[in-house]
T-cell receptor, first 116, second 113 residues
Framework: GAGVSQTPSNKVTEKGKYVELRCDPI?????LYWYRQSLGQGPEFLIY????????DSGLPNDRFFAVRPEGSVSTLKIQRTERGDSAVYLC??????????????FGPGTRLTVL | DQQVKQNSPSLSVQEGRISILNCDYT??????FLWYKKYPAEGPTFLIS?????DKNEDGRFTVFLNKSAKHLSLHIVPSQPGDSAVYFC????????????FGGGTRVLVKP
């Protein structure tokens, strides 16, 4: 079946602009996660949705970052007033949402965001 | 502070030999550990995992060892194949912290034919 998809694959924007990154999870997966991977580092957790609600948003770096999942499927990560330091690959993952730590997360290919 | 560390940024190994990747963690609350593999321009793919109640888990050519007292885990790949060339990430999670994964910085593995 289809895996996690993310659009766009690449996004170049100017400092101060607003961007939206989209994630389509695996069909039937109720849990959805956003991570950010900076160059030369491992992915860092941003936010986790169980269904429509954000169960854990402790990784969002500041209030310029916001994510929604209004119908419990597709999610959008929104970044306001982008800064050069926001440049990174933004990864989305989904899982069945069984609630346990063994609930394997499947990742999409990521969106590479470049802020000029 | 990094709670999960992979101290070797790269590893080069001959085809057919063993690859050993290491990972250290500091948070004693972690109770589940995973290894992900990543090819360029793709997302990480799940490889193998281990619960803190075990010290070894094997899946084909891949074996993960966990030493809780040392807060150390390792991934063994044997025999290594050219298709194993990728970046490998160690990750950890805990029941207390929900499902979020804490990743190490990755180790780039190159398997030479």
């Amino acid at each position: 079946g289809a895996g996690v998809s993310q659009t766009p694959s690449n996004k170049v924007t100017e400092k101060g602009k607003y961007v939206e990154l989209r994630c389509d999870p695996i069909s039937g997966h109720t849990a959805l996660y956003w991570y950010r991977q900076s160059l030369g580092q491992g992915p860092e957790f941003l936010i986790y949705f169980q269904g429509t609600g954000a169960a854990d948003d402790s990784g969002l770096p500041n209030d310029r970052f916001f994510a929604v999942r209004p119908e419990g499927s597709v999610s959008t990560l929104k970044i306001q007033r982008t800064e050069r330091g926001d440049s990174a690959v933004y990864l989305c993952a989904s899982s069945k949402g069984t609630g346990g730590v063994t609930d394997t997360q499947y990742f999409g290919p990521g969106t590479r965001l470049t802020v000029l | 502070d990094q709670q999960v560390k992979q101290n070797s940024p790269s590893l080069s190994v001959q085809e057919g030999r063993i690859s050993i990747l290491n990972c250290d963690y500091t948070n004693s609350m972690f109770d589940y550990f995973l290894w992900y593999k990543k090819y360029p321009a793709e997302g990480p793919t799940f490889l193998i995992s281990i619960s803190s109640i075990k010290d070894k888990n094997e899946d084909g050519r891949f074996t993960v060892f966990l030493n809780k007292s040392a807060k150390h885990l390792s991934l063994h790949i044997v025999p290594s194949q050219p298709g194993d060339s990728a970046v490998y990430f160690c990750a950890a999670s805990s029941k207390a912290a929900g499902n979020k994964l804490t990743f190490g910085g990755g180790t780039r593995v190159l398997v030479k034919p």
